[in-house]
């Protein structure tokens, strides 16, 4: 893995609590003028971008003190959104509570590598035990669930630093699933969550690099102690033989440092897949305004150049999308899914498919590599209805 850069990220206030369940509160960047769109809304691959490098930071960070000391303090409901709402404390009476003294506040970490391949720090002084777990085990992404509030896309909310939870949510046989959250300053002077993740990982034989179980060892100290009982469900859907199909050459800057098409990259394709389907679509009379005669002149020329077939079953936007406007858009998503099947690499050819089913606000998305499908992506946008969420 790949070194980080300093001044990368700059996390503070980091605090460990290992009741009732294991939780990591931090202080971390948030939204920068890169991470809105051109109608001045938060992108989705930018909160991925921040939950990714935020969650890499804390679980590969050495606590300050192991744990092998005995916590068995547990926290109310009460004391964990006080721990929360807190400022910064020099001093922590909770047993179940280690604070990263300022000493270390604010230090970037320069080297994911380093502190996973690091032999001096004990195994048991990252959270949940993540580096001794990295040795022995490859981690696999295998699905994300994203959960935005109206409070994301409130101009009003500053969002420039964030709280951010990281929670372990649940462990099964061969799966781990992790939560993160992210909260800012509301307009009433409370905290607000602005989004969450729930992220669940596949563990990796290294030799056969194939499914394999978690390790007894850490099924021993962290089954039965998430924050939840289940694991993610997502159910996947069938790609009906009518969608709008928009080709897509992966490119470098959609990879990491594997090569691979990045976790975010897939949601990217689907919502400019959408995009595009939106634009295919004639305005009222039948005309097609300038930018779609332009927009349809260039994608044509993409798959000219690509010698992309076009593909039995392929429809315009106005027929595989159903209810869904520029509009719906404009209110910003509320949800999305994200499966993952295959990898993708630079280069590769992929066809994102796009269509509606049922609810105006819903669209679905089946990535194909060849014939093979790579990844499933589903969207939901705020209703006109939606309220905002309580008891943040």
Partial sequence: MEDIPSGCIDVTDLRYRSSPYPTLDCTVPGL?????????????????CIDSVTRKYVIFRPLSASKSNAYTHTS????????????SNTENNNPSEKVIP?????????????????KDADDNQTFIDWRRLSRERMAFGSATEFTMSRALYDPDVPKGRLDFRFTLAYV??????????FFALGKGGSKVRLWSNTYQLVMVDKETRQPTKVPQWFLDE?????CTNQPLV?????????TYCHPVLVQWSDTDEFGHATWSSYVHWAIDGLHAALLSRPTEGGSKTTDQQHQ??????????????????AVRGSNALR????GTLKRGLAKFQTCYFKECLEGERVEVHIWQEGEAEEVFCSILRAGEEVSQVKLVYFTDEDEEEEGF
Wanted: proline content about 4%.
């Fill in 172 to 181: 099964g046989s061969c799966t781990v699933t992790h939560r993160t959250e």
């Fill in 296 to 313: 349809e002149a260039k994608s044509a020329g993409a798959v000219r150049r690509s010698d992309t077939p076009k593909r039995a079953g």
């Fill in 222 to 226: 962290y089954q039965g102690r998430g």
């Fill in 32 to 48: 920068s003028q890169e991470a809105f769109d051109r109608n001045w809304q938060p992108k989705a691959t930018s909160l991925m």
């Fill in 102 to 118: 300022r000493a270390h506040e604010g230090k970037i970490v320069s080297s994911i590598a380093e502190m996973t391949q690091s």
């Fill in 234 to 242: 997502i159910r996947p859907f069938r790609k009906p033989s009518r």
């Fill in 323 to 326: 209810g869904i406007t520029s």
């Fill in 76 to 87: 109310t409901n009460e004391e964990r959104e006080a721990a929360l709402n807190s400022s």
